[in-house]
């Protein structure tokens, strides 16, 4: 699962990049990129919750720590179902394909087609925002639940080591989330606003031939997408940490226990001791 979430977030990374090209088939791969990374996100977190639940019986007796992990899980799964739909949104063509008959003769033309397509890409663009904060709720979780296991991090040196690993992948995950809210703010300017998207594809009336108008619409829209090739790039990062913590877990603390390790369960040296 590790190895797949770093391949989903280099698939952010390259979607993300690709979203500053005008080219459409650029465009929808950028954006397949990101309806598969958020679908895989969506399947795991609804994983990561069977899996929460199915160590406890009743949410009031759970452990708290156990409590904390099931709201984390389930602000990923949101998140990723979100981002899913908002991704669905932008996907190239699909409103010249939506409102086919609008652009044939007797039809509404296509100007009624591009202002659709500009009103999809604003709710596509709220979805945007709803998902990055969902995924900064849930780095909130994973703080608090970094904090309850601050004993168990002082075991052993490993535990040391992947206790500031964690640190490390939650600044990177927290980071990246904020960069995802206010890239998708930015991303789309029809948002609040009288400045559409302008590209090749749709000028805006209002801003057309005003260069300082199509100016400020062209470099926030292309703002926003650098803070999205930045957040991936953090996300990527935690990703990479949060493996490399997986794989020195599984080594040296591996003791073959499910969930929660018993206090008065085996000794340190004997976790120590596990390789052999």
């Not at 904020?178 to 991303?187: E, K, N, Q, R």
Request: glycine share 10%.
């Amino acid at each position: 699962m590790s190895i797949t979430n770093i391949m989903v977030q280099v698939g952010f990374v390259w979607g993300s990049y690709l979203f500053l090209s005008s080219d459409p088939i650029d465009l929808k791969f950028g954006d397949t990129l990101f309806i598969i990374g958020s679908v895989i996100t969506f399947l795991f977190a609804g994983f990561n919750l069977a899996e929460s639940r199915a160590h406890w019986a009743n949410y009031r007796e759970a452990e708290r720590e156990d409590r904390i992990e099931f709201w984390e899980a389930t602000m990923f799964f949101f998140a990723g179902l979100v981002f899913l739909v908002g991704s669905i949104f932008y996907w190239p063509g699909i409103y010249d394909w939506w409102y086919a008959a609008d652009l044939e003769e007797g039809g509404r033309g296509e100007t009624y087609v591009h202002d659709m397509e500009e009103s999809g890409e604003a709710h596509g663009a709220r979805c945007f925002i709803g998902g990055s904060v969902l995924f900064l709720i849930a780095t909130m979780f994973n703080g608090i639940g970094l904090g309850m296991n601050k004993k168990e991090a002082e075991k052993n040196p490993v535990s040391v080591v992947t206790h500031y690993l964690h640190l490390a992948a939650l600044f990177n995950s927290q980071m990246g989330s904020v960069l995802f809210v206010a890239g998708s703010w930015m991303y789309r300017p029809i948002i609040g606003g009288a400045c559409p998207d302008y590209n090749a594809r749709y000028e805006g009336e209002a801003q057309e031939g005003e260069i300082v108008a199509e100016h400020a619409c062209e470099s926030t829209g292309a703002f926003g997408t650098k803070l999205y090739i930045i957040g991936s790039c953090m996300y990527l990062t935690e990703a990479l940490l949060n493996f490399t913590s997986s794989a020195l877990k599984h080594k040296y603390c591996n003791d073959g226990k499910v969930g929660h390790k018993d206090e008065k369960g085996e000794s340190d040296n004997d976790l120590l001791e596990n390789e052999s």
